[in-house]
């Protein structure tokens, strides 16, 4: 559950009630299912050079639109470069450890602001 996650269930929340609470948990155990397919694809597959050129090159795309400058091309350049110091310096278990710090600083605040809110446990459960 990310950021734009907690975004669309609030406005969702604020549209409907509770009455797609049962929509959201329902989405969160498919993306479990399908993340955790996509993973395992991607790890035993031994044809993922391709796709994993094309993810560079899409990264490359999707920066340069972020930024607004320098050409596709660079920005592919640099997603490289980027991986390879991050592959390269045992970055990424530091790196591992600054994101589930992040997540666990994510679901504090969720459950915390869940719990600010005084939801209707009653009416939760009713799904009105």
């Known amino acids: 559950m990310g950021a734009g996650d907690l975004i669309t269930a609030s406005v969702s929340g604020a549209n409907y009630g509770y009455n797609l609470m049962w929509?959201?948990?329902?989405?969160?155990?498919?993306?479990?299912v399908i993340c955790n397919i996509m993973g395992r694809f991607q790890i035993y597959n031994n044809e993922g050079h391709l796709i994993v050129a094309q993810m560079i090159k899409g990264s490359g795309i999707a920066l340069n639109?972020?930024?607004g400058f320098g050409s596709d091309f660079?920005?592919?350049?640099?997603?490289?470069l980027v991986s390879l110091l991050i592959m390269g310096r045992n970055v990424y278990k530091k790196?591992?450890?600054?994101?589930?710090?992040l997540l666990a600083i994510l679901?504090?605040?969720?459950?915390?602001?869940?719990?600010?809110?005084k939801p209707d446990v009653v009416g939760i459960l009713k799904g009105t």
């Open 23 to 32: 929509l959201l948990v329902l989405s969160l155990l498919i993306r479990f």
């Open 65 to 67: 639109w972020m930024f």
């Open 107 to 117: 679901t504090v605040s969720f459950i915390g602001l869940a719990v600010y809110s």
């Open 74 to 80: 660079i920005w592919s350049v640099i997603v490289v």
């Open 95 to 101: 790196l591992e450890w600054v994101m589930k710090g």
